[in-house]
């Protein structure tokens, strides 16, 4: 088992993905949504229409909320399974977008614990959709995760246009 911190990597994609509002807006699954795509604050307290944070705000809620609320659940799901840094933060970056409770469930989840990596790697796409439609920003961000998690930088990096790059580690 590897040290389970989310590396700067991890973070990029995410950041890459969740561009940061400082007011409060629906997201396309039709949740209220603030910062780096987080729709609660760390005391539980549910994002709402209205609401506004400084940039300072929502950096440190992102870290917090990675850490603490992704992180931890997502080294638990997977128990003592063998995981590079770069598949761990993959996970991480899924869980974050689709939640712990469907994380733990996931065929992603499932076959990283049985060993079976490649189709790991592939169930990533299973989560393709938000409100019941397969929308192309999901097929490209689990394109990005599945990239990471196969430690495919050359693919990560064109997928996130260079955002994420082989030099992050």
Not at 39 to 61: M, W
Not at 98 to 110: E, L, Q
Not at 124 to 143: E, H, S
Request: net charge positive.
């Amino acid at each position: 088992m590897t040290d389970r911190k989310v590396g700067p990597r991890a973070r990029a994609l995410m950041h890459h993905f969740e561009e940061c509002r400082l007011k409060a807006y629906l997201c396309p699954a039709k949740v209220w949504t603030i910062g780096w795509g987080n729709t609660y604050y760390p005391d539980g307290r549910k994002v709402k229409a209205g609401d506004r944070i400084t940039q300072a705000e929502a950096d440190e809620l992102f870290a917090q909320v990675v850490e603490c609320d992704f992180a931890a659940p997502v080294a638990a799901a997977i128990g003592a399974a063998p995981s590079t840094p770069a598949q761990f933060g993959a996970m991480v970056a899924l869980a974050y977008n689709i939640g712990v409770s469907a994380f733990r469930t996931s065929t992603v989840a499932r076959r990283h614990r049985s060993g079976d990596h490649d189709g790991a790697a592939d169930a990533f796409a299973l989560w393709n959709k938000a409100g019941g439609r397969v929308l192309a920003g999901l097929v490209r961000r689990r394109a990005a995760e599945a990239a990471l998690y196969r430690s495919d930088f050359a693919e990560l990096s064109r997928l996130t246009n260079g955002a994420v790059s082989r030099a992050d580690s």
